[in-house]
């Protein structure tokens, strides 16, 4: 399937990939679990999450916080507050040193807490999906401050296609597990 452009579509895309992602991790063994994980001998992973994220908890944490960067910033601009998606001094070029800035801020935080963090968030983010019309969400213009994206983009971005690389990040892990 291609990436969404309706509400129906992406709340699917969304929840399924969600489930599938959970799925995944529960299936994880205790030696896929406990293995640091290490792409540094495949040169086909050059970005820089490879060699960031050690463990699931990293891969976590990083979805929640990108869901804690959306539901922020859609309720500051909804109350008024002119507000860009990432918080200063990060733009679209340097956002990977706010990811850094992420990662070192829940590297005391434990797998369960960080699977109830993004279960709550998960759950944040699609009621609050729910309180958008399908032109809301993807009509380009609804809203000033997505400037020339649709709001539904920000959504499939921050969920369903967000779930979808850690999915491929896991079984990359699990094949290197073997």
């Known amino acids: 399937m291609g990436r969404p452009t309706t509400k129906a579509d992406f709340i699917n895309a969304a929840n399924t990939n969600y489930e599938e992602m959970n799925k995944l991790i529960s299936s994880l063994t205790e030696k896929e679990l406990s293995t640091p994980f290490d792409f540094s001998n495949e040169a086909s992973k050059k970005e820089a999450h490879w060699k960031r994220d050690k463990n699931l908890r990293d891969i976590l944490v990083h979805l929640y916080e990108w869901h804690q960067l959306m539901l922020h910033w859609i309720s500051k601009n909804q109350a008024g507050e002119n507000q860009s998606f990432l918080p200063k001094p ?39 999906a729910e309180t958008f019309s399908n032109e809301e969400l993807f009509s380009k213009g609804i809203f000033p401050w997505t400037g020339g994206s649709t709001l539904g983009s920000y959504f499939v971005s921050n969920t369903g296609s967000h779930y979808n690389w850690a999915i491929k990040k896991l079984k990359a892990h699990r094949k290197n597990c073997k």
Do not use: C, P, R
């Not at 733009?91 to 699977?115: C, P, R």
């Open 90 to 128: 990060y733009n679209w070029k340097n956002y990977g040193e706010l990811n850094m800035v992420f990662w070192k801020k829940h590297q005391d935080t434990s797998l369960e807490e960080a699977k109830e963090m993004l279960a709550q968030s998960h759950k944040e983010v699609m009621e609050l």
